[in-house]
C-alpha cells in the first residue's frame, strides 16, 4: 500500500476521482450482489427516472485515519438508517442496512491509499447514493435502481482555524410543510440552488431557512442543521422538515453526557434568537461552523462570540467530537466503524 502524494491541507472539497467505487443493482424485485468497479462513469436509458422525475437519495460520511494507522468510520449505522428511510419516501426500494455498511466497507478499502493520514486534518468523503434506472414517461415510480458509492479525499475545512461564518435570512423555502425537508433527496437541493447563489452574490455564507408555513420559526441552512447556545444551555430547533443532521445528533449526546450541558430540543421563535450567545451549523463536511452574525434583510444579529473565532461552549462540542471522530477522546459505544 502506498498512500497517495496529495497536498492533503490544499485538496478542500472537491471531487477526485479513486480507484474503486461500488455499484449494486436493482431489479425484478431484488438488489444484486453488488462488486467494486474501475468506471466512474454511469450510462442509463435517456428516460430513466432520475432524469425524468428526480427519484434519488443520498448520503454523505466520512473516513478517518487514527494515530495507530487504522481507519474507521463515524456513526455509518445512523446514515445506512437515514437512506433506507429516504429512499422509502421518494418511492425507492431501500437499500437494506447491512448490505449499505458492507458497501461501505468494500469501498473504503479498495481505496485505503487514498484515506488521508492522521494529523493531516483531511479525510475520505463518502458519498452513497441511489437513483432510478428503470424508464418512465408517466409520471410514476421506475422499476430500477442502482445503489453506488463513491469516495473522494477532502481537505480540512478550515485550514487557519475555525472562522465564524454570517447567514443569510432567505426569502425563500427549502422545504414544504408536510413535503420532504426531513429527507436527504437531490430534489431539496435543486430547489436550493438559486437562493444559494443569491446568497454569495450578496456577499454571505449560508442561507438560514425559516418554517416554511409561518416564517416565526428557524429551520436550518441549505446543508446543515443549526444550534444555538444560552446561558450553558444548547438550544436545538425541532420540526418535521430539518433534517435529521447526525452531527447534530451526535452533538446533543455530547452536550449532555460529555460536557454536562443541559439540552433544549423544541421550535425556536426567530425572535427568540438575537438574545442568544453563540450559534452554530452542524454537518458531517465542517462538523461545527460557528456563526458570527445573522442578516435579516435591514436587521443583523451579532452574536457575542463575534466574529474573531468561536464562542466557549462552541469550542468545546467541535473539541469533543473532533476528537472522538479522530480517536483521540473515547467515543460511545457503537458509534466507531474499524474499517481495516
Ligand atoms: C446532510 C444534511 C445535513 C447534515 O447532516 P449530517 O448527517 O450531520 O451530515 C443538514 N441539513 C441538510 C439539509 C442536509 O442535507
Excluded at 433506507?84 to 458492507?102: G, T
Aim: overall charge negative.
Amino acid at each position: 500500500m502506498a498512500k497517495k502524494d496529495l497536498k492533503w491541507d490544499s485538496i478542500g472539497f472537491n471531487y477526485h476521482q479513486t480507484d474503486k467505487r461500488y455499484v449494486s443493482n436493482y431489479k425484478d424485485g431484488a438488489w444484486d450482489e453488488g462488486r467494486l468497479v474501475d468506471d466512474p462513469n454511469v450510462t442509463i436509458n435517456e428516460s430513466a427516472g432520475i432524469l425524468q422525475y428526480c427519484q434519488q437519495v443520498f448520503e454523505g460520511m466520512k473516513a478517518y485515519t487514527w494515530e495507530n494507522g487504522e481507519v474507521v468510520c463515524f456513526r455509518p449505522d445512523l446514515n445506512a438508517e437515514r437512506i433506507y428511510n429516504s429512499a422509502q419516501r421518494i418511492e425507492m426500494p431501500p437499500v437494506p442496512k447491512e448490505k449499505f455498511l458492507d458497501a461501505i466497507d468494500q469501498v473504503v478499502k479498495g481505496n485505503l491509499d487514498w484515506v488521508p493520514p492522521y494529523g493531516s486534518g483531511a479525510s475520505l468523503y463518502i458519498r452513497p447514493y441511489e437513483f432510478a434506472t428503470g424508464v418512465v414517461i408517466g409520471v410514476k415510480p421506475a422499476d430500477t435502481y442502482q445503489f453506488r458509492v463513491f469516495t473522494t479525499p477532502v481537505g480540512p475545512y478550515y485550514k487557519g482555524g475555525v472562522t465564524p461564518i454570517v447567514l443569510q435570512v432567505s426569502d425563500y423555502d427549502r422545504a414544504a410543510p408536510h413535503g420532504t425537508g426531513a429527507v436527504k433527496a437531490g430534489l431539496n437541493y435543486a430547489m436550493s440552488l438559486h437562493a444559494s447563489v443569491l446568497c454569495h452574490q450578496a456577499g454571505y455564507n449560508e442561507n438560514l431557512y425559516l418554517d416554511p408555513g409561518t416564517r416565526t420559526f428557524v429551520e436550518e441552512t441549505g446543508g446543515s442543521n443549526v444550534i444555538f447556545v444560552k446561558d450553558k444551555t444548547v438550544i436545538v430547533p425541532k420540526s418535521d422538515s430539518i433534517l435529521p443532521s447526525i452531527t447534530r445528533r451526535s452533538i446533543v449526546y455530547i452536550a449532555e453526557h460529555y460536557l454536562k450541558l443541559k439540552v433544549e430540543e423544541r421550535p425556536v421563535k426567530f425572535e427568540e434568537v438575537k438574545g442568544f450567545d453563540e450559534a452554530g451549523c452542524c454537518g458531517t463536511a465542517a462538523v461545527i461552523s460557528p456563526v458570527g452574525k445573522i442578516v435579516d434583510h435591514d436587521e443583523e444579529i451579532n452574536f457575542p462570540s463575534g466574529m474573531d473565532h468561536a464562542g466557549p461552549v462552541i469550542t468545546e462540542l467541535y473539541n469533543t467530537i473532533t476528537g472522538i471522530q479522530n480517536g483521540r477522546i473515547e467515543a460511545p459505544e457503537g458509534w466507531i466503524r474499524h474499517i481495516a
